[in-house]
């Protein structure tokens, strides 16, 4: 089966950095997504991770380690904007078409002046 | 840019109502998806689609049915609605490799009376 852990929620102080973390624990492992969602909004894409290490994408970097069954989404210079749910998914398998995703929870960030 | 337009932000319906939940993608996408999302459960896939006429089941799809008659249009079917269906349902589609984010469309807030 698939099991995605993360915190259910975090605060933050504009302006500093916020590390959130996701593990998991699936049968096969074809890449990792980390998305946004702002209330009442759809889920936008933030990232896509497959092999270990960190890509930076402006304020926001993702990690990856497959070893560990873990990655973090790195938020700098934390704005009032970036006030969301942060969705770590994960890709257990490529499947004949389509894409199987398995979310986690989602954790809800707070960002404080 | 992408465009998922789900035809209803909010409905309410009475138990044992048939229920149709509408999504269209603009960008000649193979795939489409629809998943519901829950407090505390995250998004949980229900069925998807990779192809006209072509559908898998998710994780959760005992009490609904799809269809995809047209590639950019994608109905999921609730045949006799029940309470414990009430959720936010969300569709969504990408392009079609395993790997390629999705694009979601704003989501649909189903009340079952």
């Known amino acids: 089966g698939q099991n995605i852990d993360q915190p259910t929620e975090m605060t933050a102080t504009e302006g500093a950095i916020v590390q959130i973390n996701c593990t998991y624990q699936t049968s096969g492992f074809n890449g990792l997504f980390w998305y946004q969602q702002h209330a009442g909004e759809a889920p936008t894409f933030l990232s896509y991770?497959?092999?270990?290490g960190l890509e930076e994408k402006g304020r926001f970097s993702s990690f990856l380690s497959r070893s560990k069954g873990y990655s973090y989404l790195l938020l700098k210079e934390l704005q009032m904007k970036d006030s969301a749910s942060y969705l770590c998914?994960?890709?257990?398998?490529?499947?004949?078409?389509?894409?199987?995703?398995?979310f986690g929870t989602g954790t809800q960030l707070k960002v404080e002046l | 840019d992408v465009k998922v337009t789900q035809s209803s932000r909010y409905l309410v319906k009475r138990t044992g109502e048939k229920v149709f939940l509408e999504c269209v993608q603009d960008?000649?996408?193979?795939?489409m998806f629809w998943y519901r999302q829950d407090p505390g459960l995250g998004l949980r896939l229900i069925y998807f689609?990779?192809?006209?006429?072509?559908?898998e089941k998710g994780d959760i799809p005992e009490g609904y049915s799809v269809s995809r008659e047209k590639k950019e249009r994608f109905s999921l079917i609730l045949e006799s609605a029940s309470t414990n269906q009430t959720s936010m349902y969300l569709c969504?589609?990408?392009?079609?490799?395993?790997?390629?984010?999705?694009?979601f469309g704003s989501g649909t807030q189903l009340s079952v009376l």
């Open positions: 991770n497959v092999l270990d």
């Open positions: 969504a589609s990408n392009i079609g490799g395993a790997n390629e984010k999705l694009f």
């Open positions: 960008m000649d996408h193979e795939n």
């Open positions: 689609s990779y192809d006209v006429k072509m559908k």
């Open positions: 998914a994960v890709l257990p398998v490529i499947t004949g078409g389509g894409n199987k995703l398995t």
